[in-house]
């Protein structure tokens, strides 16, 4: 290893070395080091860095790789405003440099003249960096492409991206007259004219938002105040540019892409900053996500200044001014005499601290305003009732097509023309009766003609597919679909084909009829429907696709496995037009890959990573990488992949176990999906009974991890999370009392109840970490039983004691590739010792009521599965439990049974007797347990019979209507691939 | 003393400022990433520009700051920055193993197969071992390979000549393409 600090004179010799020619260095430093082969080594090593041209430790590494997003370079927003880089009557290609206009840590503003359309235009010209690196480069021009696609008279229009002798420079409209910022400096503006500014600011962000396109940075600084006639009239300035700027090393995905915020980019000044920062919200200031929101409550920001000639939130030093915008209302009382309750009621909504309670739809602030104007001249509403349906409607329509964006709102998917002309992202009403479900079987399909969508629900306690359609209004259960999965349409709409468990069965999408048999399918299948009237199908006991004719008959094996590959399996094909190929998922060792098989000769390439493909008209694939959809050209004649693959949506919910996507689409470009669900802050505690029959535990809904009852049944120990800490309560079930048993400034989580009612056991990253344990009453000091400090500075969350308490199982994340069990004995001092160190991850132990049998979960088949080893002689024996997916064991009191969790729902395994070797019964499901699913299966507790289960839900305790999933409708997707495609190639 | 006045104290080269620095910040920028983190969806990484200049606005007073505040603020956000690519490359090796199932806000299932969580882990722990030679050579890796300063703006933040923020910077490459078993190319 080098070590130069033995050599007193290393240093200087280093820098010489560096101060001659690169050919002359070897040589001085053998001549400089001498005998010395050890130095001569060592400066050898250092020199050859300085020509190290590679791709080890370039600067800024670290924020560039997928751990961190780049750090965009400090010396703009550090240095002072660079001088102009282009004088009057320089050329930028085409540009002519008429003015400057000014200059920022953003780069320099020109006016120019464009000389081959004779237009004025105004050249943003980008620090260096953006120009140099090719990859920031092309996606900042790529952005620069959607936001020129935004057009509307109150938003300046930005006409492209471009580079000229290394210089990169944004071509936006020359927009003239003074901003709104310089206005206001002469004071706050009549209520009339306030309105009137008002109105074409909101309608410039409806348009936007519409569009997928949030502005991020609107202040009075980038509104221009022009004349319109007599009349004032506003431009929106530089939309979406901080977002390209700032996040210009991330490819734009979807317009629903949630990017984190980023703070001015225009830090110059600290009066620039201080300037972008009275108009950020809150939960931008606390860095979490910020959305379409975020540019309502500036809105509400710049309202309120036009009224008042005051910042809504105003104070001398920046963190005075976050201070107030994260904790006080603005003084509304500086509002002047005379402003419409209408106007009043606006600001309010707009500028509430919750992003989930504040105005959703910029379009409601245009009525609003229109209302306060009218207020303003004595109109009184004349027709209240149409008033009233106008506003409906108008949110209705926002409500569609903000939908992707906004995470909010469902509705109107029969609000909408059946073919609108653009691309509309809408949320499909989901009866109340009805609850849709994940897992790993595929339930969703989408007709050809896109009117017609058939999901996987749970209706009067039965999985069945429902049929929905534009033409019909209740959407009704498709017959003989009981148990039924992945559904698929006939080519010409008229048939739903699914299967069973063991048969593949087809029946008139109107309902009419019973299903018909098509094949036989054991384990299930998931197929397609060709051109040519066969289906193709893969099936759940077999790992090749299967053939057979759409009006039944045997089914003959259509691919075989190549082994030398490493295939595993042949998965859901879906049929290409012309009948000459088909698409599936091929999965091997180094995961799912998407693969073309011709269906004349059987054979199989595969394409590109991901799953789940499905084709698209006009020469498009599509196909999910984890929660994403992906798409790339594809050429029909070739078989291959065009050009690279680009993320066109994210966001989809997926199965826990094997991670299968919900989502379906039409060849002509409708998609439906199930999007994932947002991370609550609010769950729920509940009992749930064997049938299902849930009571909540009495304690507000809060940010619940876990929770562990008492073996007495008295009480429930809680972990919380909240944004600052993570702690444990302890909740007194007979007293009804919430009672906090941690107080540590570091994380405290995953509690376990120790056997004698007293003590509870938990993982805490205090003291550099481990597990610990403390009286449950609070009464005594908290004990560490095992510490975090070994290699790799495991990470240890207790799950079990034994029967008498002397020990406790825990699961350890032992190195950075592999979890295992250790268990840690309660001597003084305690001893940890290592139980299970496979090379595959064991987790959530559990110990049988006597003790004898440990039962955990593993994913050495490639999935987690339930398996049983005696305790403590773990390595005598192993018998695998679960066999279709399993987590998450837990044992009745009287160990009679085994309770895991198979991915859908809750199961019991009967195990008679409890001996040297447990007899295993029949799994039986007791209850869907997927809406406390904690994506790898919930941790729960298990009380004595009556069992009840302790489980943590999403939402407040209840009706399902909250917990239900739902459904997104895009029409003319297709348009939105097309769209992302071409930007990205 | 708050952060500016730190700020100040460690330009005017008195060392002790960083180490009181150094809690404020990581503190700051943890607390901002972890809520951050607990938004993101799987493939989502954090957004560190947005992350340090948040801190900057919230800790440092902008009325009393010098525009060299922000290079010496970077380099105390470097050695932060480092611990906190850390801990998150750690908790989403975590992850991807199944640990710490019950931390559902994440994920789990969609985490990327491959990332640069493992050698980040990898060059971390060199790093350490690189401390007890050189401790310096660390805080010039933090500051070009974890905060992407330029030489100068290193040499600005360190304290040190632009010759010797080269320097070292080649001097600790050499070292830990050694302690990581990486060849030049």
Known sequence: MIDLTRWPDADA?????????????????????????????????????????????????????????????????????????????????PYVVTGVLGAGGMGEVYRARDGRLGRHVALKVLPVRFAADPARHDRLAQEARLLASLSHPSIGTIFGFEEYDGMAALVLELVEGPTLAERLRRGRLDLDEAIDLAIPIARALEAAHARGVVHRDLKPANIKVTARGDASDVKVLDFGIATALADGDRPRSSPGDPRPPVVSTDAASPGAVLGTAAYLSPERIRGRFADHRADIWAFGCVLFEMLTGTRAFDAPTMPEVVARVLEREPEYSRLPVGTPASLVRLLRRTLRKDPARRLGFIGDAVLDLEDARAELRGEAEQEPVSRGVKRRTARLVAVALIAGLAGGGLAVWRLMAPDPPRVSHLAVPIPEI?????????????????????????????????????????????????????????????????????????????????????????????????????????????????????????????????????????????????????????????????????????????????????????????????????????????????????????????????????FAVSPRGTLVYMPSRPALDRRSVVWVARDGTETPLAVEPQAFTRASVSPDGTRVALAVASPENRDIWVFDTARGTLMRLTVDPATDTAPVWAPDNRRVAFRSERAGGGIFIAPADGSGPVERLTSSDGPGRPAQTPYAFTPDGRQLVFAELRSYTDQGLGVVTLDDPPVAATLLDGPFAEARPALSPDGRWLAYQSDESGRFEIYLRPYPSVEQQRIQVSRQGGSSARWSRDGRELFYFDGTSMVSVPIAPLGDDPGLGSPVVLFDASRYNQRLGPVYDVTAPPERFLLIRDGPPGGTPQSRRELRLVQQWIREVVRILDGAS | MDVTELLHAHREGRPEAFDRLLPLVYQDLRRAARSQRRRLRAGDTLDTTALVHEAYLRLVDQTRADWKDRGHFMAVSATAMRQILIDHARERLRLKRGGDLQRADVDVDALGVADDAEQLLDLDRALTRLAAVDPRQVRVVECRYFAGLSEAETAEALGISLRTAQREWLKARAWLRQALGSRPA
């Open chain 1, 434 to 662: 009805d609850d849709l479900v994940s897992g790993e079987l595929p339930g969703l399909a989408v007709s050809p003609d896109g009117r017609t969508i058939v999901y996987r629900t749970r209706r009067d306690g039965v999985i069945q597919l429902v049929r929905a359609s534009l033409d019909q209004h209740d959407p009704a259960v498709l017959p003989g679909s009981a148990n039924g999965a992945s559904p698929f349409f006939s080519p010409d709409g008229q048939w739903v084909a699914f299967t069973g468990d063991l048969k593949l069965l087809k029946v008139p999408v109107t309902g009419d009829g019973p299903p018909i048999e098509v094949a036989d399918a054991p384990g299930g299948a998931r197929g397609t429907w060709t051109d040519a009237g066969e289906m193709l199908f893969s099936m759940g006991t077999r790992r090749v696709l299967f053939r057979v004719p759409a009006a039944g008959g045997q089914a003959q094996p259509l691919t075989a496995l190549d082994e030398d590959a490493g295939d595993l399996a042949h998965e859901g094909p879906v049929a290409l037009p012309g009948g000459r190929a088909a698409l599936f998922t091929l999965m091997r060792p180094d995961g799912p890959h998407v693969a073309v098989v011709r269906l004349d000769s059987g054979e199989v390439r595969a394409l590109t990573s991901g799953r789940d493909p499905a084709w698209l008209d006009d020469g498009l694939v599509v196909f999910a990488r984890g929660d994403e959809l992906w798409a790339a050209r594809f050429d029909a004649g070739a078989l291959a992949l065009e050009g690279g693959a680009a993320p066109v949506l994210q966001g989809l919910e997926q199965g826990a176990l094997a991670g299968t996507p919900h």
């Open chain 1, 13 to 93: 010799m280093i820098d010489e070395a560096l101060a001659r020619p690169a050919g002359e260095r070897l040589a001085f430093v053998r001549q400089a080091a001498g005998d010395d082969a050890a130095l001569r080594e060592a400066l050898e090593a250092v020199l050859a860095e300085a020509d190290a041209d590679d791709a080890f430790l370039p600067p800024g590494g670290a924020l560039t790789g997928t751990i961190a997003q780049a750090l965009a370079r400090a010396e703009a927003e550090g240095a002072p405003a660079p001088a102009p880089r282009l004088a009057e009557g320089e050329s930028f290609g």
